[in-house]
């Protein structure tokens, strides 16, 4: 949902631990062009899939997907809409999560105008920085827009590496201690 926009494209990216390794799939792509319709004018659908599998002995670096949205300007020239991330969920089913994007802004209003009048807005050079923290505590952002994703999620031999994502997890997921000193993630 981009209210106030149309003819968007979604790029996407995975962000992870090193001691995890893609092993079938994209780890970035891009979607088709959308637009809205007449019945939903502020919403955009994409139904674009995406396809990864993910091997790891280590939950650290738990694999993170990164948006980055993209349309033209009032110039016609292709400017970032938002920027959004979120984990990968690490329950098996069926998972919907809405991401709320932001976009950089420049930080006075003599560079807001050159921006928007060369169509040069601020945008990240590596779309990955919005999965991690660092330095992002100097960056000025604006809220806008959100992307509804939504996982279908299969995991294998959790139970041999001690982490226990049982069906009644899933009914409400715990982070708690499991017996014999083994905890959830």
């Known amino acids: 949902q981009f209210p106030g926009f149309d003819d968007l494209y979604c790029k996407f990216c ?19 062009i959308t637009s809205t319709s007449d019945v939903s004018p502020t919403t955009l659908v994409w139904n674009f899939p995406i ?17 980055s949205v993209y349309g033209p300007d009032f110039f016609g020239n292709d400017v970032v809409r938002g920027y959004g991330a979120v984990h990968v969920p690490f329950t098996p089913g069926r998972h919907t999560r809405t991401i709320a994007m932001f976009v950089p802004e420049s930080t006075s209003r003599l560079q807001q105008f050159t921006s928007w009048f060369t169509g040069r807005r601020p945008e990240f050079t590596d779309p990955k920085v919005v999965a991690q923290g660092e330095g992002r505590e ?14 279908n999620i299969m995991t294998k031999d959790l139970k041999k590496l001690g982490y226990d994502v049982s069906s009644s997890d899933m009914q409400s997921p715990s982070l708690g201690p499991v017996p014999q000193g083994l905890h959830k993630y």
């Open 138 to 151: 100097v960056t000025r952002v604006r809220s806008q827009g959100f992307v509804t994703i939504s996982f």
């Open 14 to 32: 995975f962000v992870y631990g090193q001691d995890w390794v893609p092993t079938a799939g994209l780890e970035e792509g891009i979607s088709q």
């Open 51 to 67: 396809d990864i599998t993910f091997k790891s002995t280590n939950p650290f670096g738990w694999p993170q997907i990164v948006l």
